[in-house]
């Protein structure tokens, strides 16, 4: 079961951040934060993941609460190429594999010129 | 390119027909992911495969199954084809680092 909330949609002027948020108020010690976005048909593509502490790649920047309920994926300078859907999903992983990948219903983000 | 290889990439088949999906994941990724995108809807979560054993069971009908091969490729089977079964199927190969999704087969079922 998907474990997060996030807006259904929003908005973003190109080349200012978009902040997009998730709560995952529900999540276990074990639980990693992943952030997954799909553009229209495609595969969905990995984006970055983090535990507690903020994480940064060439990507994106993911900002997650002291409490852990809650984090923040936030994309530096918006491209019109970053519309997509967003998947926010917490996910443990166990010892010799991986727990399964369940994606909710996600937030469509929309860059506008 | 995510590593991941799924065929074909495009599948038109007639109702009552049974079809093959097949899913080459990254080099050295033990578990592989099915999903199922119909139409403007959500990715639903089929099933799960680690090391050619059957890990984790979604929304999955029972007229699909699917398998994982001595050589970490999956497939996947659907048969007795219905109009609503046409949808995107994605396969992902997982590494602890993050899951890598392929294009997807479009299977259009008429």
């Given at each position: 079961d998907a474990k997060t909330t996030q807006p259904p949609s929003m908005d973003c002027?190109?080349?200012?951040?978009?902040?997009?948020?998730?709560?995952?108020?529900?999540?276990?010690?074990?639980?990693?934060?992943?952030?997954?976005?799909?553009?229209?048909s495609q595969?969905?593509?990995?984006?970055?993941?983090?535990?507690?502490?903020?994480?940064?790649?060439?990507?994106?920047?993911?900002?997650?609460?002291?409490?852990?309920?809650?984090s923040t994926l936030i994309l530096p300078h918006a491209t019109l190429r970053d519309t997509a859907v967003y998947y926010c999903i917490v996910r443990a992983l166990?010892?010799?594999?991986?727990?399964?990948?369940?994606f909710g219903k996600g937030m469509k983000l929309t860059v506008n010129p | 390119d995510s590593g991941v290889t799924q065929t074909p990439k495009h599948l038109i088949t007639a109702t009552g027909q049974r079809v093959t999906l097949r899913c080459s994941p990254r080099s050295g990724d033990l578990s592989v992911y099915w999903y199922q995108q119909s139409l403007d809807q959500g990715l639903q979560f089929l099933i799960q495969y680690y090391n050619g054993e059957e890990r984790a069971k979604g929304n999955i009908l029972e007229r699909f199954s699917a398998?994982?091969?001595?050589?970490?490729?999956?497939?996947?089977?659907?048969?007795?084809l219905e109009l609503g079964d046409s949808a995107l199927y994605f396969c992902a190969s997982s590494p602890r680092?993050?899951?890598?999704?392929?294009?997807?087969?479009?299977?259009?079922?008429v």
């Open positions: 002027a190109e080349g200012r951040a978009a902040n997009l948020p998730c709560n995952h108020s529900t999540i276990s010690g074990n639980e990693y934060v992943y952030w997954y976005r799909q553009i229209h595969g969905p593509q990995y984006i970055i993941h983090g535990l507690k502490n903020n994480e940064t790649n060439e990507m994106a920047s993911l900002i997650i609460t002291e409490d852990r309920k809650s166990t010892q010799g594999g991986s727990e399964k990948l369940v | 398998q994982q091969f001595p050589d970490l490729h999956s497939e996947l089977n659907l048969s007795s680092r993050g899951a890598f999704f392929g294009q997807g087969t479009r299977l259009t079922v």
